[in-house]
Structure formats: structure tokens, C-alpha cells
T-cell receptor, first 112, second 113 residues
Framework: KQEVTQIPAALSVPEGENLVLNCSFT??????LQWFRQDPGKGLTSLLL?????REQTSGRLNASLDKSSGRSTLYIAASQPGDSATYLC???????????FGKGTKLSVKP | NAGVTQTPKFQVLKTGQSMTLQCAQD?????MYWYRQDPGMGLRLIYY???????DKGEVPNGYNVSRLNKREFSLRLESAAPSQTSVYFC????????????FGQGTRLTVV
């Protein structure tokens, strides 16, 4: 059964710092892995979907990597800004159905 | 650019009352999902519909029913609400297959008193 873990649960950094958020999963036979952002009281916004055949996916200041052999994905945020403060969630689908198994998230706070 | 639309956004129910949460997507996705989000528990799948006409249980289906009304709409019904169903409910949709990028609605915050 797939399990997804995110450590740490919370992270506080000064503005401008580059940072890495971690996501680990137990079943390496995944089709893809998706990163989301959630602002307080809001829904989930899809940031990046990285396919199993890809090693990296980039969108602006965000870069996601996927290493199936080690069961790990990272989300790299360059030059962090206070507006990046949110909870970041990673999720892996169950087979090709699309049902997602979520990590519990990392709450990021970027201090001005 | 609507995406996934949920109604209502907020609801307070008394124990034993019933209600239906509505969800509609305009992205022509095959699959639709209902999740609940609770502090410390994360997001958990309640029910999903892989295609029009089919529904399946997820991790926490007890106390809920669903209807896939058509390709666009997927509703979640609480027949007799309980305080344990106090939660934030999210609807999502995606294609099936390799590209299962999921898109979420803004959520329904439900309180059962």
C-alpha cells in the first residue's frame, strides 16, 4: 500500500533563501507525482506534475525532481518570497485511476 | 475559466440532518473524486468515479453516498450527519492514464453540531 511522507511538517526561512521540500513514497511503481500548494482556508492549487519517465519538471522558480529508485521527490523553490508562504502537499496516484495518496504537507513560512 | 466548482462553500448541520454537496467540472475529465481534509489526518479519499456511470469506495466511505449524475457532475450526500463528519470536503477531477493531473475545487467547510 502506498504511503507518502513529508518532512519537516513546518519550515521557516528568511526571504531570498533557496529551499527544498521533501516527499518520500513507499511504492516506486508510480505513474507520476504531483505537488500542490494550499493557502489557509483555500483549495489545492496544482503546481507541478512530474511523470515517472521524467527526472525533473520546472515552472518559474519551482523545480520538482523525482527519483523512483529511492522513493523520493523534492520541490526546489528559488529565491523565496513572503508570498510563497503556504502549505505544500505532494501526492502519488494509485495506479492509473488517479486516486491520490497525500502526504500531510509542509507548512512553509517565508519571513520578510 | 471555472475548472472545478463546489457548492456550498460553508454549511452548518444539526446531527441527523441530511445534505448534498454539489460538484461540477468543465475540463471534460473522465474521473472525479471526493476527499475530506482533517487536521492531523491530511486528505483522505471518500469516493471516486472513474467514468460516467461508475462509482467506487475510497478510504473513508462510511456515512456517505455519491452520484455521478453525468460526465460533469459528481455529488456527495450525507444521509444522517454526525459530528465526526465535521470536515472540509474537496471535489477534484482528472483524466485517467499517465496524465492524472488533478484539479481541485475550493472546498466546502461543513460543521455538524
Amino acid at each position: 500500500k502506498q504511503e507518502v511522507t513529508q518532512i519537516p511538517a513546518a519550515l521557516s526561512v528568511p526571504e531570498g533563501e533557496n529551499l527544498v521540500l521533501n516527499c518520500s513514497f513507499t511504492d516506486s511503481a508510480i505513474y507520476n507525482l504531483q505537488w500542490f500548494r494550499q493557502d489557509p482556508g483555500k483549495g489545492l492549487t496544482s503546481l507541478l506534475l512530474i511523470q515517472s519517465s521524467q527526472r525533473e519538471q520546472t515552472s518559474g522558480r519551482l523545480n520538482a525532481s523525482l527519483d523512483k529508485s529511492s522513493g523520493r521527490s523534492t520541490l526546489y523553490i528559488a529565491a523565496s518570497q513572503p508570498g510563497d508562504s503556504a502549505t505544500y502537499l505532494c501526492a502519488a496516484p494509485v495506479g492509473s485511476q488517479g486516486n491520490l495518496i497525500f502526504g500531510k504537507g509542509t507548512k512553509l513560512s517565508v519571513k520578510p | 475559466n471555472a475548472g472545478v466548482t463546489q457548492t456550498p462553500k460553508f454549511q452548518v448541520l444539526k446531527t441527523g440532518q441530511s445534505m448534498t454537496l454539489q460538484c461540477a467540472q468543465d475540463m471534460n475529465h473522465n474521473s472525479m473524486y471526493w476527499y475530506r481534509q482533517d487536521p492531523g489526518m491530511g486528505l483522505r479519499l471518500i469516493y471516486y468515479s472513474a467514468s460516467e456511470g461508475t462509482t467506487d469506495k475510497g478510504e473513508v466511505p462510511n456515512g456517505y453516498n455519491v452520484s455521478r449524475l453525468n460526465k460533469r457532475e459528481f455529488s456527495l450526500r450525507l444521509e444522517s450527519a454526525a459530528p465526526s463528519q465535521t470536515s472540509v470536503y474537496f471535489c477534484a477531477s482528472s483524466f485517467r492514464g499517465l496524465n492524472t493531473e488533478a484539479f481541485f475545487g475550493q472546498g466546502t467547510r461543513l460543521t455538524v453540531v
